[in-house]
Structure formats: structure tokens, C-alpha cells
């Protein structure tokens, strides 16, 4: 998926951002590979003792399928999860029923060593503390070094939320949003967490630290998550879930939290025709429509299967739409936008990098490289 392109931004006053968005389609790949991947079976080996035919034939499958998923990457911009390429290959055949097979079947072939590492997109706090060689030719570093020293994109005087009402971070259920949304939260300098579900501790402190540096402004939760039983709890309980730091961080500015779910909902589902999974099953595997869960009684879940049925949608769905997706993630964010600030915002920061460029510039001129210059 390319970069979200946004332009123009707040032409007139409170208007909402001119957005292009130029993203690959993950939908188009030819029929060539379709036809000899043939995603609508997952590759399997035949029940009993296998044959050397049948064995053979399982690998000439499975051959296929990783050679099919390797070149229909080549086409997309961003890394998918191992969930995300189920949603990618149901438009190419695989049924609905078979994504917890095929994902088991794609856990498989990474373990095998049949993907190149780095393939897939996962969720991931590691800091290595390792250096990055960016190159290990000195004359070549050194080239750089100085033009670097004209390159200002990093220096920020200030916030694109300092001059606004409200501060937002954004959370969501699924890593494959993170790489969705990321353009549009790297524009808006918004705060991206993935919840992974129910967010651990360390990640609810981390949210109230980031609300916390900005004591005068309205906090803004904005959560997009599945859309089934589970996934409306988890955005119900998310202030109750943030509440529980208050023993260490001593936030006091819970009660003005303003927790906006943008995502997903079954008009937004239906609109846009996105895969519905006909069950709803848990994470455990155990599935809620059946009368012997333990929470099959439960109101919440009897409700759902009165009035939506027995079905969820993942937000993984996502990934196949990707321009409905970033268009759906900058609507939300814009709600909380003040446009005038956010171009004032842009106008001073300019001015701020044209000054600093001015200055190392005069520091040159006034021989401020001479000391490193002598042996």
C-alpha cells in the first residue's frame, strides 16, 4: 500500500483535509498465478499413510501457494499478517470457512523456512540496540553527513497538537491496521497502539502517559476493532481498562476522556461488502452460538445472534480495501482537527526550519567547521 498523499489541507476554515490516496490493489494479480496457486484449497496431505504420488502432489501445492503469496506481495507496498493474507487470498478463492486452516497451513510454511524472514507483518515491541549501518563506505558516509546538515525535515520546534483543543491517540485490535492507518496517524502525528485484543498494563500507562504531556487539551481514544461480541466489549471497558492505572499514574483527566469507536460496524461492513465469518468462535477456539458455552445465556451474546446472527467481521477485512480503510481512519481523525491551527501549525514550522537552515549556514561562513578541520 503506497503513502496516503493529503494535500491542501483546510482550504477553508473547519474543512476537512483534500485527500488523494494512491494505495496498491492488493485485487489485481493474474490469472497465471491464481490458476496455478489455486487458493480455494488449501494444500493438505492426504488422510492415512500417504502415497509417494499424494506426497508429491501435496508439495507441488504447497509450491504453488507460497510462489503465488511471495509474487502477490510484490504488488502491495506493506508487509500483511499471517491473518491479513487470508482476507488477500479469499479474493483469489479461498472460501471463508478455510482461513483458519489456511492460516495454520501459512504458520507451517514459515516454520519450514519457505518464506524469505521479515515476510510477514507482526506486531512486535523488540528494540535491538543494535547500530544501523547505513553504509560501510566511509568516503560515502561522509557525503552524507553533509548533506545532511541542510536536510532540516527533523527538526521540529513544536507539535502539531500544541495550538489544538484536543490530543488523540489511536488504538486498534489488529497489527494489519497499524500498517493500514500509519500514513494518515504519521500526518496527524497521532499515537498508533495495537491493542492486540485486551491491552496489557504496561500499554494502558503508556496511552495515560502520552494524555498526560498534554494537560489542557480534551484526551481523545480513537479505537477501531472487530465487529463481534468481543470486539464492542473490549471498546465498552476501554475506560474502565484505563482507569486501573490511576493507582500509579494519577491521572486526573479520565473523566473527560473521550473514547470515539470509528470501526467496525455493520452498516460500514455491509456498505463496502466486506468478508463476513460465518461463526463466533473465540480466540480459543470454542464458539459462542453454541448452547453449551458457558456464556451462550448471556445477554450481550444473545443479542448478537438475534439480531446480527451467527457471523463476525475481523478487522483484518480491512487489508483487501485499503483506500476505503485510510479514508475511513482520516475521517475519524479529522473530527478532532482544527484546520486553521493545524495550517498555522505548518506556517510557523516552515518559517522555524527556513531560520535554522539561515543559521547553519552563517555558523559555516563563521568557520564553526575549523576545529574539526585541523589535525
Known sequence: MKPIKIENIGKESGQSPNIKINVGTPQKISARI??????????SRPVGKPSLYGEARYQREKTAWVKGIIEIQEGLEDRVSTRGWCYILEVHGLQKDDFDKAEKFIAACRKEGLFPPGFFLEDTSVVSNQPDIITDDPQ????????NLFDLDQFHSRTLWDNQTHFCQMLVEKVDLVSLFRPVCKKFQIPIWNAGGWSNLSMREGIVKRFMEYPDHIPVLLYCGDYDIWGLKISDKLRKNLTVTNNTMRWIGIDELVIDRFGLNQDFIEEHNLSWINNLKTGGGKDLADPDHYSYSQEDVQWWIENVGERKCEANALVTAPEIGQELCCEAVSKYINFDALREYEQGLRQDREDALEHVKDLIRQGALNKYLTD
Do not use: Q, T
Not at 560515502?140 to 548533506?147: L, N, S, V
Open 34 to 43: 491464481v490458476d496455478a496457486a489455486n487458493f480455494r484449497d488449501v494444500p
Open 140 to 147: 560515502e558516509y561522509a557525503e552524507c553527513k553533509i548533506d
